[in-house]
């Protein structure tokens, strides 16, 4: 499984950014896809997972502000951040889960949020 992660960027606190992963390759056993995120100096955390039959997990830090989506024709996962804090600075990476067992991560996508 391969995933390519874009949509980073620099924005302004309460401002908004949307990213995407799209996965390739051995893609059938993908049971579940989702963000995690690492700040300088600290541990990669998760951000928000979905499931394959579309349950979704969120952080508490980030509930109610960042939504995750997929569109399964497009092999694709979102993560649509909205109201966005100097704390959501991060890189942020992509994950898949293959076979309930097998872990891949994108490259990764720095979020920058800061007037």
């Known amino acids: 499984v391969q995933l390519q992660a874009s949509g980073g960027g620099l924005v302004q606190p309460g401002g908004f950014l949307k990213l995407s992963c799209a996965a390739s390759?051995?893609?059938?056993?993908?049971?579940?896809m989702g963000w995690y995120r690492q700040a300088p100096g600290k541990q990669r955390e998760l951000v928000a997972t979905i499931a394959s039959g579309s349950k979704t997990n969120y952080a508490d830090s980030v509930k109610g502000r960042f939504t995750i989506s997929k569109d399964n024709d497009k092999n694709t996962v979102y993560l649509q951040m909205n109201s966005l804090k100097s704390e959501d600075t991060a890189v942020y990476y992509c994950?898949?889960?293959?076979?309930?067992?097998?872990?891949?991560w994108g490259q990764g996508t720095q979020v920058t949020v800061s007037s």
């Open positions: 994950h898949a889960q293959r076979a309930m067992k097998y872990d891949y």
């Open positions: 390759g051995i893609i059938f056993e993908i049971n579940a």
